[in-house]
């Protein structure tokens, strides 16, 4: 299975504290993979890294066999990305914003109408088609964005933690979401502390620790590998990350 997310020998530090080290990983097309960690660990720096917006110090990234660096525009085209608390332009319409973007991606604007009634009527929001997103709730701005990312059909999918502060509708939404995004070959990278919501829906977990890449592999292996019988994801990250911590004052920044 050909590798669609390629970090090689990956390092990027501020000032004196070394944020991602050495970080080596390959993920192919359409997994859904989860990148765990505690607060601190680099899990953002890494996400950041791949979607463009941090430049790494050492190290080599490549997005479905395009380097990152020198094809960024590229990579880009392929790609879409979810903060955890994206930016809005609060003074537009849902549906304003949802046609602006499509804009941007250079999208017919009839195409465009007609994927958003569909996404919208998806996501809950044709109600709130017309209303400014300075008024949506944090749930239905995280539904909004979304639409929107998913609007240009992206085969590689970043998302640094998709569930905080979700209502539980949301969150079933958008794992289903993801799952089913993943089953049609886009390749998802994915960033939670919530352990739970992963457990049935990454393929691949890996668990960061000060930088460094500790362990991957799928939950069945993570359990062998730290002999914890019951596969726990819970147990097996705390295993792996007392076992794994800093012992030299090192603190590392997401």
């Known amino acids: 299975m050909d590798a669609m997310i390629q970090l090689s020998h990956v390092s990027k530090s501020f000032g004196p504290v070394h944020a991602v080290q050495d970080l080596s990983l390959e993920i192919p097309r359409g997994q859904l993979f989860c990148f765990l960690g505690p607060n601190g660990a680099g899990k953002t720096t890494t996400i950041k890294m791949l979607c463009g917006l941090l430049r790494p110090d050492r190290g080599e990234i490549r997005i479905g066999g395009r ?14 990305y979810i903060p955890d608390f994206p ?5 537009l ?39 400014l997103i300075k008024d949506l709730s944090h749930g ?11 609007l240009h059909t992206p085969e590689v999918l970043f998302v640094d933690e998709p569930f905080v502060g979700l209502d539980p509708f949301t ?18 990278f994915l ?12 393929e691949q977990i ?3 620790v000060s930088g460094r890449l500790i362990t991957a592999g799928t939950l069945s292996e993570l ?16 295993s792996l990350t007392v076992s794994n911590g800093p012992t030299d004052r090192e603190v590392s920044r997401a």
């Open 140 to 150: 239905y701005r995280q539904r909004l964005i979304y639409t929107v990312t998913l």
């Open 191 to 202: 960033t939670t502390h919530i352990l739970a919501l992963i457990e049935d829906m990454a």
């Open 93 to 131: 319409t849902a549906a304003e914003f949802f046609e602006f973007s499509g804009d941007l991606y250079g999208l017919p604007r009839e195409k465009v109408r007609r994927e958003r009634e569909s996404a919208f009527a998806r996501f809950g929001l044709l109600e709130y088609t017309h209303t």
């Open 206 to 208: 890996g668990i960061l």
């Open 67 to 80: 380097d990152l660096q020198t094809d960024a525009v590229a990579v880009r085209r392929m790609t879409g």
């Open 87 to 91: 930016f809005l332009y609060e003074r």
């Open 171 to 188: 969150i079933r939404l958008i794992k289903n979401l993801l799952r089913e995004q993943a089953r049609a070959g886009m390749t998802i």
């Open 223 to 238: 359990a062998e590998a730290t002999a914890l019988r019951d596969g726990r994801l819970e147990d097996i990250f705390f």
